[in-house]
Structures are given as structure tokens and as C-alpha cells.
């Protein structure tokens, strides 16, 4: 079987790509063949038994994705894109990445007859805002109040009719916030959430730029890539018409949150929290919805956190 990962030098294309190598096979069916691309080279894993190729490429070029897609891949997970800030401060760089390349890459798979090839998007809670129900579910209406949620949805879109086509067999899991990061802040709206945690707990200083009574939808890295890798497994019967759905995150407040922090770190780490409100922060955040039914991501199989003890203990263990 051969896996084709877009964005895969990022956080989540690194953390996929270890995954897949360790676990040898999709489907019951072994990875063979595994090619990674990014606007920089990815690493290449080490693996006795798996052909592994990485590109350097940008996807927004003409033609840039012809010879990975002449591949034929079995799987492909699209993960790149211009995260929500930069999206939101850029419109046509966003348009080009996160829409446009999402085209070219559905186009690719019709004009190949890649009809089988199981194309999975990473989309986002950011499809949802405005005016919501308490409680949405994954009929709500998406009506998005940024760039970045808008150029995930009209994605979401195209995915569902190139599938209903028979065009290519896609999925867009839309993913909650993701926390805790690892690793360095991104331009990502939501990354205070994870360095509100993070960096307290590796002994530095970190502002909060939200309120606490701000309420996010949240799944740890560990059920994300779970999340991924089962979306390739799953079978298209079982997806019906509606090729998109949410993740099962949980909800939670910034104020448990930091108080997740004090129990883990002790009233030190607490202390290098600061408040510092960013207006232009929050009006993104508080428009994605902080509740959702998770009925069917959960009747499909896929599996979400337990609580959000469990994912600072997700955190810890790793870092240790």
C-alpha cells in the first residue's frame, strides 16, 4: 500500500508518518511505499521494509503534485495548510494553500482514475460560527467567521461531491483544538491553548490572551493521529453521502484548563501565567463552537479522550 502525506514536515505529518512506519500496515493490508512532502524536505523514517521517498515542493505551483500523484497512492493525507491567523492576515496565500491546492489535488486523483484512493483532510472546528445552537452536531449549518474556516469548508464541499462523483473516496475530519502541543508557538489563533499549558510546565512565562470563561472544543495529539489513521481504514459504506465529520473532543474552559495546570505544576507554574487580553484573538476563537454532539464520530468507531486529566498525563509521559 502506498501512503502519500501532504504537509508532512509539520507537527501533526511527523507525528503521522512515525505512527504508519510503526504500525506496518492500513486496512490489513502492509505499507509498502510512503511519500512525504512540505515547502522543506521531511525527514525520511527508517525502515527496513518500507520504500520512502520525501519531496521538497510547493503546492500552490502549477503542476507541482503531477509526479507524487503519477505515484498512484492508496491513501493520501492532506494535512498542509496556512494555519487561521495567517489565513486571516493573508487571503490570497490562504486561498492558494488551504482551497486551491486542495483542487488541484482532487483534480489530480480524477484525471488519474484514483477513484479508489482514500483522500483524507485534516478540516477544522473553524467551519462552524456565528450564530449557534448550544449544542452542535454535524448537521449544523457551517457558516464560518474566518478565511481559514471558510477555505476548510468549501474544501468539505468539494471533497463530498468529487466522492459522490466516484471521483475519489474522501473523508474531511474536521479537528478540535488540539492541545498540548509540543514544540514551539505557531501563527495558529488557537495556540495559546496548548502554551498556556506547555510553557508553564517547562518553567517559562506565557500570557493568556482569552478569557477564562472561554470554552474550546479539545482533543489531544495522540487521538488525532488515532483519528487519522482510522478515517483511512474505515469503510466508504459506512460514510454514506456526508463525506465530512467532527472529531469527539471534549469541552472545556480555559479556567479548568489552568486549573488542570495548578494540579500538574503546583502554584509556580500557575504564577507564570499572565492575562493579557488580544482582541484579535478571542473574536476567532469565540466564534468556533465550544459544544458538539459527538453521536456520530462515536457510532463510526473513532474514539476521542476521556477527560482533559488525560491528556495533560498524554503530555507528561511523553515529555518524560
Known amino acids: 500500500m502506498h501512503v502519500l502525506i501532504t504537509g508532512a514536515a509539520g507537527f501533526l505529518g511527523q507525528r503521522l508518518t512515525r505512527a504508519l512506519v510503526v504500525r506496518g500496515e492500513l486496512s490489513g493490508q502492509p505499507l509498502t511505499h510512503i511519500t512525504l512532502i512540505d515547502q522543506v524536505k521531511p525527514k525520511v523514517p527508517t525502515s527496513s521494509s518500507l520504500e520512502a521517498s520525501s519531496h521538497a515542493i510547493d503546492i500552490t505551483l502549477p503542476g507541482a503534485m503531477d509526479a507524487v500523484l503519477d505515484g498512484r497512492p492508496d491513501v493520501i493525507f492532506h494535512l498542509a495548510a496556512v494555519v487561521s491567523s495567517d489565513a486571516e492576515a493573508d487571503l490570497d496565500l490562504g486561498l492558494a494553500v488551504n482551497f486551491d491546492a486542495t ?10 482514475g484514483l477513484s479508489t484512493t482514500r483522500l483524507i483532510m485534516a478540516s477544522s472546528v473553524a467551519v462552524y460560527g456565528g450564530d449557534l445552537p448550544e449544542v452542535l452536531d454535524d448537521l449544523t449549518a457551517l457558516t464560518p467567521q474566518s478565511s481559514y474556516g471558510t477555505q476548510k469548508a468549501m474544501s468539505e464541499l468539494l471533497i463530498n461531491d468529487y466522492s459522490r462523483r466516484g471521483l475519489v473516496d474522501g473523508l474531511a475530519l474536521r479537528l478540535p483544538t488540539i492541545v498540548i502541543r509540543p514544540g514551539l508557538p505557531n501563527a495558529a489563533a488557537s495556540s495559546f491553548a496548548s502554551g498556556i499549558l506547555r510553557e508553564p510546565l517547562s518553567g517559562k512565562d506565557v500570557v493568556c490572551p482569552v478569557s477564562v470563561d472561554l470554552e474550546l472544543f479539545v482533543m489531544s495529539p495522540r487521538r488525532v493521529i488515532e483519528a487519522l489513521i482510522y478515517g483511512a481504514e474505515i469503510p466508504g459504506h459506512d460514510l454514506g453521502s456526508r463525506r465530512s465529520l467532527m ?12 486549573e488542570s495546570l495548578r494540579q500538574a505544576g503546583g502554584d509556580e507554574a500557575m504564577a507564570r501565567v499572565q492575562h493579557k487580553p488580544d482582541a484579535g484573538i478571542e473574536a476567532i476563537v469565540a466564534s468556533w463552537p465550544g ?5 456520530r464520530a462515536n457510532a463510526l468507531g473513532f474514539k476521542g479522550d476521556f477527560d482533559f486529566r488525560e491528556i495533560i498525563k498524554d503530555f507528561l509521559d511523553e515529555r518524560d
Open 103 to 112: 483542487r488541484t489535488l482532487l483534480e489530480g486523483c480524477r484525471l488519474r
Open 247 to 258: 472529531l469527539p473532543g471534549i469541552t472545556v474552559c480555559v479556567a479548568e484548563m489552568l
Open 291 to 295: 459544544r458538539f454532539n459527538n453521536q
